[in-house]
């Protein structure tokens, strides 16, 4: 293998590995799919042979083994939410670089832990934010930081599917603490702050709405949130398990707006238009481009486009977001 492909392993033989990082890992230049862990160590043999890792012996069941392997170098997590903050803790220990799916952990302690943990060993922390990597997303963000639409004044998002019962693992509290929150509200924060820019800014203003009542669990079947910034900014946020609908991006300047139709998935496709013009881009899957910028972050010594400290104001937004609940 060449030295300058970096390779992964795979903590979780998930559907979002099988579906999308794994063949991502086999299609960009520069990395390399190299081991999977599962807890059943038939179903990573299996997935390792899906997905053709190249280590010599790719299975594993057991993550200290997994970890003791000095040709891995660094790791994609795509375990269930409560137990991200353990298993980068445990990578960043054994000095892998750590790539995690959202949300990155399930409270500030934990994100404060990671980031330190992944400082005191040099490793980089990056999350899997794929949405920043779709090509018309991406396309609109330069235009907006060139003023086609003027100074953002507002920012509307909306993301809902349905779920058919209450079974998924992110509607109990074992393996999660948000359900529609977790499932898609890490993307649509993430966006929010992205599209935003970098100007400094602070919350002034709060309300969110959850409600649980129709399956009446633990955690939130529907979200929406209203915030308001120091600098006038103001944004509103709905995520929901309880209904289809089209998923949809707004984005309000003083001098004109952009509105992402079905643009928010794992496709990389839907429609743009900008002060009522359509955004031509070519659709691509967002996760290849993802993954080749932590890759290059190693190579580069630099931070990944989306690192611990941005995963973990996502995360702040959400658990603020469940803490209010008087809109």
Known sequence: MDDEHIRFGIVAAS??????????LRRIPGATLWSVLSRDKARAEEFAQ?????????????????LEDPYLQAVLITSPDNLHAQHVIACASARKHVLVEKPMVTSREEGLKVIEVCQIHSVKLGVAMHLRWHMGHRKLHRLLQDGVIGRLCHIRIQWAYKELDPLNWRAHEELGRWWSLAAVGPHCFDLMHWFAGDAPRTVEGRRSLINRKIYGGPHDETALVALQFSDGLTAEITTSVLFDGPSRLEL???????????TLGEHGKGTILVNGQALDFSPVLPFEAQIQDFADAIRENREPEVSGVAGLQVVTDIIEAAQERNL
């Open 252 to 262: 309000y300047g003083d001098k004109g707006f952009a509105i992402c139709d079905g």
């Open 15 to 24: 559907s979002i590995a099988d579906a999308a990082h794994a063949p991502a």
């Open 50 to 66: 899906k997905h053709g890792a190249a280590s010599p012996h790719p299975a594993h069941a057991v993550l200290s083994e997994f």
